[in-house]
Each structure stands twice: as C-alpha cells, then as structure tokens.
C-alpha cells in the first residue's frame, strides 16, 4: 500500500495527516510525502519524501505512481488526515474484482473553525452540491461515477496518470477512466477522512470556482450528454442575471421570474437550518453564493484551455 500525499510544503496541516498516517491500524504501508522543495522531517521507515518543484497535485500524484512500490495506491490531500482503520476498512471492498477504487465521506474536523464547520454544512446540502453532497457526510454505501483524490484509494492496475493541466476535476477523469474499463468505483461509508475546509468565505467561493472552470475544461475536452449535468449551475446562474433584465421590459415573464427566485429562496433556507441560528444564516448566505460561484466557474472554463 502506498499513501501519497502531495502538498506545497510540509506545514502545520501536513504534520498534523502524517502523525494520523503514521498511526493508521495497518502494517505493510509506505508514505509518499512530495512538497515543491527538500525538506526535513523525523525519520520513519515508512515516509518518503519526494521533491517535485513547483508543479500541480496532478503532477505530483503521477510521481509518486512511479516511484510507489505497492500495489494499491492511496490517495490523499495535505490538508486532510484518516481514521484509524481507514486503509483496512478500503482494502476489504478493494478484495471484490469488479471494485478498482473506493472513498467515503470527507467529514469536517471537529476542531474546525466556524467557516469551516458552514462549508461543510453547505457542501453536504443535496440541493447545493447535488450528487456529490455525499461527500461530505456519511451516506450509504453505493456505487459513483466519480471520487476525489482527498480520499480515494486504487487498485495499481487501473491507475492511469492524472490531467497535468488541471487544479481540480484531475480525479474526475482518473475515475471516468476507470469506468471505461469496466471496473466499479465504491463510495464506502466507512472509509472515512477528515478533511478541513476553506476557512473564509473568500476562499471557499474561488475553491467552487475553479471547481466549476476544471469541470468545464473536462467537459469539453471528452464531452458526453452525461456531463451536461455539471452545466446546469451556469445555466441557473444566466436564468438569474438574464431573468432579472427581461423582468424589466415583459410584465408576463416578471412574475414566473419571482416566483421561481422565491421558491429557490425558501428551499435554500428550509436546507440550511441547523439548531444554531448564526450558522444556518451563514449556510444560507454560502448555499447561494456556492452555486454562482460554480455557474460562473463553469462559464468560464467553457472559454479556456487547460495549462501546458
């Protein structure tokens, strides 16, 4: 079993996921750490560390399959850390033959800030983050079309390399590859990371950003009728600015047009109450402003290319 785990340097967060690798219930397993530069940190048989310089996760994750020596490859992200029998929990699904990969829920640490705790909450909204909401929570076990590379764990025969060129939506190929061979990916509700999230609503909404452009990116770049579902934010997000100005000049379209804003308000807030009001308030505020951050995103990959 070979962990990889890519990160920009090793700081706190990065210290925090190898002391949990480092006490996974476990035996045969090597850590993969690749920052941009060398860097020093206690020694242990289990932890390799690999200077890549100053390229994308997606880069990273393809160098450390190279140089991996196991035969299943576990991938997560620097700012996330396992429970302890996460690899264990993996490998029983991992023993099925038509399985070549599984992950689970990406929960939010419970010494998390406030933020942190609202994201969480809004991305594990089925309304907000639609199909993948389950993601974030703990759901039943089932089948996926797609897992990401914060918790994903691979059989090495169905390893093909990451999308150099992309930020995020690199796993969604990963795993739309592994379909084609007509392998199964498993979400698995006890496979289970702990991943923190943005920690101001700034960084969260460019994070749903760039989600929506790579997705766009992706789409493009291997298009089926399949992916027009990752379209309609941006097609929301236009009915919304578009609306609002034809509102103004067709006195008949001006009340299906409020009237539908309504109801997407009122279901918004119903999917937001949790037992503090401050932070439903904020999850309301976020569910919102996640979804024109994706529609914008997605937009705006449709007009770009994936770097070089």
Known sequence: ?????????????????????????YKNFEILLLPDTKEKYK????????????????????????????????????????EKNWLKNAVRYLKEKDIA???????TP?????????????LANFF????????????????????????????????????????TAEDSKFCFDILKKGKKVLYAKDVIVYHHRRNTIKK????????GRDIALLTKKEFSFSKLYYSLLSLFSLYIFLGLIFSFFYKGF???????????????????????????????????LTHFAYGIGYIQGLGGKTKK
């Open 204 to 211: 969260h909404l460019d994070q749903m950003r760039i989600y």
């Open 128 to 167: 907000v983050a639609g199909k993948a909401a389950i993601r974030y929570k703990i759901a039943k076990n089932q089948f996926v079309n797609e897992l990401p590379s914060a918790n994903l764990i691979v059989k090495k025969e169905y390893a093909n390399k990451f999308i150099p060129g992309l930020l």
């Open 101 to 107: 990969a599984v992950g689970g829920p990406q929960l």
């Open 254 to 288: 001006k009340n299906f047009y409020l009237v539908t804003v309504l109801v997407y308000l009122i279901i918004m807030l119903l999917t937001s109450m949790k037992k503090n009001l401050k932070i439903s308030l904020l999850v309301f505020m976020l569910s919102i």
């Open 1 to 25: 079993m070979s962990i990889t785990i890519p990160c920009k340097k090793i700081d706190n967060l990065a210290i925090e996921c190898l002391k949990h690798c480092l006490s996974l219930d």
């Open 43 to 82: 020694q242990s048989k289990k932890l390799r560390i690999i200077e890549t310089g100053n390229v994308m996760p997606a880069v990273k994750r393809n160098v450390a399959m190279k140089k991996a020596r196991g035969k299943i490859f576990a991938f997560l992200d620097s700012d996330a850390y396992p």
């Open 110 to 122: 419970k010494k998390a800030n406030f933020i942190e705790h609202a994201t969480g909450h809004t």
